[in-house]
C-alpha cells in the first residue's frame, strides 16, 4: 500500500470509538486535499476538498464539545478555543487560496501539524479524562 502524506497511528489513539473514527476521516480528508493538489486537480476541486475538511471539521469539533458538555469537562473553554482558532485559520487559508493569494503548500504545512498537535496533546488529555469519567461512574 502506498505511503499516505498524513498516517493514522495508534499515537493518535484517544480510546473514543467515535472520536478516533473522526479523527481518521479527518486524516483522510487532508490526504485528499494533498492528493488533489499533486496530481494537477482543478482549482474547484481542490477547494471542494478543504470544503469537506472545514464542513467535517465543525462536525467533529460539536461532538467533542456536547461531550464536554455532558460530562463538565472543566477544560471546555480552552479546547473550544483550538477548535475555532483551527476554523479560523483554515476559513482564512482556503479564501486567500481560492483567490490566488496563498500556496497549496501553506495549508500542507499548517494541516498535519495542527492536527497531530491538538491530538496528541489536547484530545489525549481529553480521552484520559473520559475515561476517567466513565471508570469511575462520575
Ligand atoms: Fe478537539
Known sequence: MTKQFLEWTEALAVDHGLIDSDHRHLIMLINRFHDSVESGANGDLVCKTLCDLA?????????????????????????????????????????????????????????PVWIVNHVMKTDQNFGRYLADYHQQGW
Open 55 to 111: 464542513d467535517y471539521s465543525c462536525f467533529h469539533f460539536i461532538r467533542e464539545e456536547t461531550l464536554m458538555s455532558t460530562i463538565g469537562y472543566g477544560a471546555r473553554a480552552a479546547h473550544i478555543a483550538e477548535h475555532n482558532s483551527f476554523v479560523n485559520r483554515l476559513t482564512e487559508m482556503t479564501a486567500a487560496f481560492e483567490q490566488g493569494k496563498l500556496d497549496s503548500k501553506v495549508i500542507l504545512d499548517y494541516l
